[in-house]
């Protein structure tokens, strides 16, 4: 709502078919861009657009173009109609001073090039000034004020000479009268001019104009359902029957195998043999017991071979061949992550130079991110970080931890939830005892559900939201601030190693591109176990 002290003028409008239905659309009234009212604190910017209600009318409150202090002045609206169904939408200039506060853009829209296409300030009237000067009472008591008082009677001026007497003239002959003229045909009556502003419709000048279809356009309501007019539609959207060519049938079947009426079809009717009729085994040329026939018999392959060896590959529910029936496509003896107990990993550890010197600690609630490459369906249910020296949530027990899964758009697809207990690292059975004593190893943290990843590159999370600086050392990818050799691609960019500092917990969605790349990337895997 605008300011009471800025004044207004509320601009009405109805728009009518020439049957009198509502029209559809908009008004837009198109002030400058932007509109400043120092005394009001205010700055207004932008159109006003005014939607056609249910009954085609339109009601606005706009300022008015007189306003008094605002910047800039001496500007007109520029209304602009927008109607369904009207080719030629107006656009013309108005101005709306305070004087009217009320205004129907049919009483000063331009009809014709003649008429000004705004509405005039009117100037104070003579009387508006003496009444703003002091003068009290009606137009009529202004308009006596106007005479004045009659003046004191002037004396009587002296006489004047008498004039010379003129001679007398003489006296004219009379004349005939003249025969009288024969009278003029008297003259036709003009056209009645069209009343009002209006000039023409549609070419049309007249005091009632009356316009048919044709003037307009128009096909006649009297053409729907006629011959040589147009075809209807029922309340389905659909021709109705009877207005459809008789070739089509008309929408009704007329006859089925020459029957008509309510038709009941035999099997004689349409040349199949009588329910129930048998053969003998004699009549066919067969022998009388049953006759077994193999898939290999009829040209055809044996269910059993579904799935088998040297048989056929089935397809799943998405009409794909499942990973297990596809040949390996990963070079032939050389490490996966599969031969070592993972699902996937980040990278493979032993392509990684041994970081020396002081081992890297994780730092409190600094999510890292480590990218994953998924070609196959693959179900996993585990997180695993590469620790060195991690002791197990035992030996420390306040330090907390979150593992997760992110897709490729930054959408979190898994998550472990907050973890009070982690396992310690290099525990596993028949591990050698420099890496069991020292605990350097895999650290699985559980996932709340198991994730069926789709073929794609995701990201597997690490967050250590609680504990000490030292409390958990995590073997890493060397590298030198911020040239990540993992962040080497070309095309859509995808981040191998990143973090993101200040995280509490998993967020929803992350966004590589505020992440941090100049840190030390963890190691990590995902697991089925």
């Not at 053969?279 to 055809?300: L, P, R």
């Not at 369906?377 to 590469?386: D, G, Y």
């Amino acid at each position: 709502m605008l300011p009471e002290n800025i004044p207004t003028v509320t601009v009405t409008a109805r728009y009518l078919t020439p049957d009198g239905r509502p029209l559809s659309g908009s008004v837009t009234l198109r002030a400058p861009s932007v509109l400043t009212f120092p005394d009001s604190d205010v700055i207004l910017g932008g159109p006003v657009v005014a939607a056609l209600d249910a009954t085609g009318a339109i009601s606005v409150t706009v300022p008015a173009t007189d306003a008094p202090g605002m910047d800039p002045d001496g500007w007109a609206y520029v209304v602009t109609e927008q109607l369904a169904g009207v080719t030629s939408n107006r656009s013309y200039a108005i101005l709306l001073p305070a004087e009217h506060p009320d205004v129907d853009l049919a009483d000063i829209a331009p009809t014709d090039p003649g008429k000004p296409n705004y509405v005039a300030v009117r100037g104070d009237s003579a009387y508006e000034v003496a009444v703003e000067q002091g003068f009290v009472g009606t137009v009529q008591q202004w308009l006596v004020s106007l005479v004045g008082a009659t003046g004191a009677t002037g004396a009587t001026g002296a006489p004047g000479a008498k004039g010379a007497t003129g001679a007398t003239g003489a006296t004219g002959a009379t004349g005939t009268k003249g025969d009288p003229g024969t009278p003029g045909t008297n003259g036709t009556n003009g056209t009645d001019g069209a009343p009002g502003v209006v000039q023409s419709i549609n070419g049309q000048s007249q005091a009632a104009v009356v316009l048919a279809a044709t003037d307009v356009g128009a096909i006649p309501s009297t053409a729907a359902g006629a011959a040589g007019g147009v075809a209807q539609l029922d309340g389905t959207g659909k021709v109705p029957a009877a207005q459809l060519p008789a070739s089509s049938g008309g929408g009704a079947v007329t006859s089925v195998n020459t029957k008509t009426g309510d038709v009941v079809l035999a099997a004689a009717d349409v040349g199949a043999s009588a329910t129930g009729h048998t053969h003998t085994a004699a009549e066919v040329g067969a022998a009388a017991s049953t006759h077994t026939h193999t898939a290999a018999q009829v040209g055809a392959i044996a269910t059993t071979a579904k799935a088998a060896a040297n048989g056929v590959a089935s397809l799943d529910a998405s009409t794909r061949i499942p990973a297990a029936q596809l040949p390996t496509t990963t070079p032939r003896n050389t490490w996966t992550p599969q031969a070592l107990g993972f699902a996937a990993w980040s990278v493979d550890p032993a392509h990684v130079a041994n970081p020396t010197g002081t081992p890297k600690a994780a730092v409190i609630q600094r999510l890292y991110m480590s990218g994953i490459n998924i070609t196959e369906s693959t179900q996993v249910n585990r997180v695993v970080t590469f620790a060195r020296g991690w002791a197990g949530s035992t030996a420390v027990p306040a330090a907390r931890f979150y593992v997760g899964i992110y897709n490729e758009s930054g959408s979190r697809v898994a998550t472990s939830g907050l973890v009070s207990s982690v396992p310690e690292a290099g525990q596993l059975t028949g591990t050698a005892p420099g890496a069991l004593t020292n605990h350097i190893g895999a650290v699985p943290i559980a996932l709340t559900a198991t994730a069926t990843l789709a073929p794609g590159r995701y990201w597997a999370a690490f967050l250590m939201s609680a504990g000490a600086a030292t409390d958990f050392y995590y073997m890493h990818v060397q590298n030198e601030s911020p040239s990540a050799p993992a962040n080497f691609y070309m095309g859509t960019t995808f981040q191998r190693a990143w973090c993101l500092n200040s995280q509490t917990s998993l967020p929803a969605t992350v966004n590589q591109a505020v992440g941090e790349v100049g840190l030390d990337p963890a190691i990590m895997a995902l697991a089925m176990v």
